[in-house]
């Protein structure tokens, strides 16, 4: 049972959706689980991942604004770390194959890295992007995130 506090979010993110072949079923699974949550905002996707989502929120009667960009090997991976790059992601949700070679692994640990650069919350499983989207500090108008520091630790 989904709490009803947590379904109403006054921001409204662009939440990127990103998952891998052998992961699809699980983005769609939590996608559609999350439908109430994931409608408010603007989802962006990679190709196949986007058109998967639709089709099964079409199947549900959810309306949301879904963009698709490239599948990931195509490049979807590096046009969503474009727009993190750009400061026109707020979140992102990536359901990796860990179990499987990637013949675009640059591509991906290039998102994973500009996330990170970038401060951009990125869950790679189920249980962490449920834990970021109920999260009350998207809301939080006196919580501003802390930019990353990239300076020697010295010992005092």
Sequence with gaps: MKPKELLKMKTRLKIALVA???????MVEWAVYNSD??????????????LLIQQ?????????EIERKSSGPMGGDAEIAAMVVNKQIDFCIFLIDDLSANP??????????????????????????????????????EYIPKAPQYVPFKRK
């Design 104 to 141: 675009h692994d640059a591509d991906i640990q290039m998102l994973l890295r500009q996330c990170r650069i970038h401060n951009i919350p990125i869950a790679c499983n189920r249980y962490s992007a449920d834990l970021m989207i109920t999260s009350p500090l998207w809301d939080d108008k």
């Design 56 to 64: 099964a929120f079409e199947e549900a009667g959810v309306d949301a």
């Design 37 to 50: 949550m994931l409608s408010q905002h603007r989802l962006i996707c990679t190709g196949t991942t986007g």
């Design 20 to 26: 891998h072949d052998a992961r699809k079923a699980d």
